[in-house]
């Protein structure tokens, strides 16, 4: 059975999420103030990218992130929305 029979490059995946305290620099102790998290902007990316996948993934199998390099150039406050779209460019065997 090949695990990326029907994953082609050009998937694309959203996720969106509001900013509360929950999700802030100073709750994920990565700042020191109350803006959305880079941490959690990560987590929001990887968020999307699953979605692309994980429909057509076999029973039992997920993905893995391996490698982030990101700039957070823009503070967003509570109460803004931040979303993130990932497209699938390629795929490296089972990588």
Known sequence: ???TGNI??????????????????????SGGINVYATPA???????????SVEPLLPEGYSTVGI??????????????KVRAHTELLE???LR
């Open 8 to 29: 082609k490059p050009g998937l694309v995946g959203t996720a969106q999420v509001e900013v509360s305290e929950q999700n802030t620099a100073i709750t994920y102790g």
């Open 91 to 93: 795929i490296d065997g």
């Open 67 to 80: 490698k982030v390099n990101v700039e957070h150039v823009a503070a967003t406050p509570i109460g803004g």
């Open 1 to 3: 059975m090949s695990l």
């Open 41 to 51: 902007m990560i987590g929001l990316m990887e968020k999307a990218a699953l979605s």
